[in-house]
T-cell receptor, first 111, second 113 residues
């Protein structure tokens, strides 16, 4: 049982480039989330989904887009990367009453 | 003022010590309280999940919630070097996925052998 799998694990982008972060979960969870983690700021919610075909904005959505075409996958896109988007990105899924299951993270550096 | 405040540490203790980690919060509507452990370069993993006030124990870990004081704690007994990690508190108004969860910034713990 893999839980939540994120790809890639590391990436370096140039300013203005685009990329997609992939998240897959095999627990049949309805809810999925993208967070970013920065030193001293904790985890901040970017976007989330409460079910297949749905997405909603979180606390820091600007510069990101998401899609949830299949229940098990949640994609995070960066349209035009900026240095301020250098961060560690975590995908998570949740079933009510049991807390989050997080992936191992994607370390993104934008130069 | 942040909704959740957590001392960043680092906190360094000798092996076998009792560790106390704490968070304070301002939103009285929070009802669900969690503690996550995050090892270096890994994702957070759920340690404790509690509802409302009171204590919950799981092995060497005890979570305590005092809603009247808006204060939660995680106690680690007989601490081990393998407990060295960052501990994140988190809280939410509801258990379902549509409720916002707020995370503390984390406390770094070092347990020396």
């Amino acid at each position: 049982n893999a839980g939540v799998t994120q790809t890639p694990k590391f990436r370096v982008l140039k300013t203005g480039q685009s990329m997609t972060l992939l998240c897959a979960q095999d627990m049949n969870h309805e809810y999925m989330y993208w967070y970013r983690q920065d030193p001293g700021m904790g985890l901040r919610l970017i976007h989330y989904s409460v079910g297949e075909g749905t997405t909603a904005k979180g606390e820091v959505p600007d510069g990101y887009n998401v899609s949830r075409l299949k229940k098990q996958n949640f994609l995070l896109g960066l349209e035009s990367a900026a240095p301020s988007q250098t961060s560690v990105y975590f995908c998570a899924s949740l079933t009510a009453g049991y807390g989050y299951t997080f992936g191992s993270g994607t370390r993104l550096t934008v130069v | 003022q942040k909704e959740v405040e957590q001392d960043p540490g680092p906190l360094s203790v000798p092996e076998g010590a009792i560790v106390s980690l704490n968070c304070t919060y301002s939103n009285s509507a929070f009802q669900y309280f969690m503690w996550y452990r995050q090892y270096s370069r890994k994702g957070p993993e759920l340690l404790m999940y509690t509802y409302s006030s009171g204590n919950k124990e799981d092995g060497r870990f005890t979570a305590q919630v005092d809603k009247s004081s808006k204060y939660i704690s995680l106690f680690i007994r007989d601490s081990q070097p393998s407990d060295s990690a960052t501990y994140l508190c988190a809280m939410s108004e509801g258990a379902a996925g549509g409720f916002k969860t707020i995370f503390g910034a984390g406390t770094r713990l070092f347990v020396k052998a």
